[in-house]
Nanobody, 126 residues
Framework: LVQPVESGGGSVQTGQSLRLSCVAS????VAWFRQAIGKEREGERV????????????FYADSVKGRFTISQDSAMNTVYLQMNSLQPADTGVYYC???????????????????WGQGTQVTVSS
């Protein structure tokens, strides 16, 4: 198995969009987590969205429903996170996480995932 690899972060203004990509093959669940990094401490790594590539089922945190869309390109072994109407609260390092177990994808909890990418920074300014 290859560790997930993210790309696509950047700096945008409020209301703009970004699309993140994660190359992750042979996993049963792929998710995106966000971690706010402050000057004094790091925040928790919070689940944003997940997808079961084989089934196509998706799950979202309440804070991003209607704004973010998670999708897959099976041929490219890639999972995308389309982020629209971005807000300053969306700022953070976004991690792609993946796992092989079934039945936990909907939980969006860090402990479910054993495979993590290095993260990509998203900054939304007001």
């Amino acid at each position: 198995l290859v560790q997930p690899v993210e790309s696509g972060g950047g700096s945008v203004q409020t209301g703009q969009s970004l699309r993140l990509s994660c190359v992750a093959s042979e996993y049963t669940c792929v998710a995106w987590f966000r971690q706010a990094i402050g000057k004094e401490r790091e925040g928790e790594r919070v689940g944003v969205a997940s997808i079961s590539p084989g089934e196509g089922t998706v799950f979202y945190a309440d804070s991003v429903k209607g704004r973010f869309t998670i999708s897959q390109d099976s041929a490219m072994n890639t999972v995308y996170l389309q982020m629209n109407s971005l807000q300053p609260a969306d700022t953070g390092v976004y991690y792609c996480a993946a796992d092989l177990r079934r039945g936990y994808c909907h939980m969006l909890k860090k402990f479910v995932f054993n495979y993590w990418g290095q993260g990509t920074q998203v900054t939304v300014s007001s």
